[in-house]
């Protein structure tokens, strides 16, 4: 099968290549998917798991890639809940071989059925964006009717799903970004927008909730704008200053079939907009990674034409 390897967590990028590899064995309670498309987050180079399996063992040339839409090709041994022939979409596993490539086996609890009118392009784009806004806002930040949200980011893939959400919710929110970033933040459902390039953040008062996912000195900023009994919720690690009358949560996404069906049907009702930056095929995706220009919203490659 055709797959993008990457040699080391040094090249980066840069070291990425289209090469030929074996097709992956489906082992008990997994999936064989063919892939239809994939979503890459660019910071999934920097993380251990793309280097290592579950015991610490290093595993290059890695395939990147862990948000997929396809098809179930093949069932492992015990394998239930899920049929050969399937539309499929969902989060694979983060110490296996990833998504970049025409075939990828997954546990069948880490997939969602895919209906039959959403594109396998716009399916890609939302388990880590989805998943990640779901359970930062409800499982960890407990998100109620009538709150506020600090949402940063929220031009950007999971940001965007963040304001959309938290506002379908009935929650007011407030996003962040760039100067140009405002008008893109708007139209996802922010009803605030800070420029954290020439606003003060301060200025924004008090907040229920913070959804931190810049860290530094804009996470340490925005844990002081949590109000009392509220919660600031952390995708890039601990958070720097000791709360002190709030709760502060750094978390990782997980899978979660039920998660992935809520918000597969948001966006087949139109309440949830995908936010997908660039499209490409896999031939070309090398270069799309290593391009220059920023991109904001979710890479997506084609897999399968």
């Not at 990028?13 to 999936?31: C, F, H, S, W, Y």
């Not at 063919?34 to 290059?60: C, I, K, M, Q, Y």
């Not at 997980?254 to 095929?281: F, K, M, T, W």
Request: proline letters at 5%.
């Amino acid at each position: 099968m055709k797959a993008i390897a990457v040699s080391s967590q040094a090249a980066g990028t840069a070291g990425m290549k289209l090469v030929e590899r074996p097709g992956p064995q489906a082992a008990i309670n997994d999936v064989v998917v063919r892939v239809h498309a994939s979503g890459f987050v660019g910071t999934e180079l920097a993380w251990p798991s793309t280097w290592t399996d579950r015991l610490d063992r290093e595993r290059t040339p890695s395939v990147p890639g862990h948000e997929l839409a396809g098809v179930v090709i093949a069932l492992g041994y015990g394998t239930t809940g899920l049929s050969v022939g399937q539309r499929v979409f969902g989060l694979a596993d983060w110490y296996r071989d990833g998504t970049l490539a025409e075939y990828v086996a997954v546990e069948a609890r880490n997939l969602s059925p895919l209906p039959g009118d959403v594109d396998f392009t716009l399916a890609a784009s939302l388990p880590i964006s989805g998943l990640t806004a779901w359970q930062g806002l409800f499982d960890h930040g407990r998100l109620r009717a009538g709150q506020s949200v600090l949402a940063h980011g929220a031009a950007g893939a999971v940001g965007s799903m963040v304001s959309q959400l938290a506002r379908e919710a009935g929650a007011y929110v407030i996003g962040t970004g760039r100067a140009a970033d405002r008008q893109k933040a708007l139209d996802f459902g922010a009803q605030e927008f800070v420029d954290l390039e020439n606003d003060a953040l301060e200025d924004v008062g008090d907040v229920d909730l913070v959804f931190d996912l810049i860290g530094g000195d804009i996470g340490k900023q925005s844990a002081r704008l949590v109000r009392a009994g509220g919660t600031l919720v952390s995708i890039v690690g601990p958070v720097e200053i000791q709360p002190a009358n709030f709760l502060a949560i750094d978390f990782v996404v997980e899978p979660d079939r039920a998660q992935l069906g809520e918000i597969v049907q948001r966006v087949r009702d139109g309440r949830l907009r995908p936010n997908i930056g660039n499209v490409s095929p896999l031939h070309d995706a090398v270069a799309v990674f290593n391009q220059a220009k920023r991109v904001n919203g979710k890479k997506v490659i084609r897999v399968c034409p």
